[in-house]
């Protein structure tokens, strides 16, 4: 029970870093239940964006393939001391407004559903569609300890 408890605060401190940082709000603003923003996402494709978290405990990567006038997918995979652990992991991409301007924040015009949960290896893949002409932008965030490590990509592929 106790093992339930820590789990559950821990992603709760994950939903709060979420919410701190506007995140879910946007995401509930613009996100579809289903549509054609919405892409059929895999962790794989040409890679267009990958950071580590200067912890070592995570990494954040964003691929790209020209399927449905572009598609991108977002993946947060566990590193170091936490490849194979269960944790509080999450991952979410967003299509930008913009076209240029890479590493400058998002203005989100549709975002992926978020995948979260405690998870051994990785979260996702969530995606979106149409982005051949836009950027993306990515956050991902890890729970171990008691922290939360998260990374957000900024405008990525312009």
């Known amino acids: 029970m106790r093992k339930i408890a820590r789990s559950m605060g821990s992603m709760l401190a994950v939903v709060g870093v979420l919410l701190t940082t506007g995140g879910v709000a946007a995401a509930s603003a613009s996100e579809p239940s289903e549509g054609p923003s919405l892409a059929a996402a895999s962790c794989s ?6 950071e580590t978290l200067p912890s070592g405990l995570g990494e954040l990567t964003i691929y790209y393939n020209s399927s449905e006038g572009g598609t991108n997918s977002a993946c947060f995979y566990h590193r170091g001391s ?3 652990v269960a944790a509080p992991t999450s991952v979410q991409i967003h ?3 913009e076209s240029s301007g890479e590493g400058r924040p998002c203005t989100i015009d549709v975002s992926s559903r978020t995948d979260s ?3 051994q290896y ?3 893949p969530v995606g979106v569609n ?3 002409n836009r950027c993306v932008s990515a956050v991902g965030h890890i729970a171990l300890g008691g922290r939360v490590y998260g990374l957000d990509s900024g405008r990525q592929g312009c």
């Open 82 to 84: 936490t490849y194979g």
């Open 117 to 119: 949960g405690n998870f």
């Open 122 to 124: 990785y979260a996702g």
């Open 130 to 132: 149409k982005t051949s």
């Open 45 to 50: 494709g040409t890679v267009s964006y990958s």
């Open 95 to 97: 299509r930008c407004m």
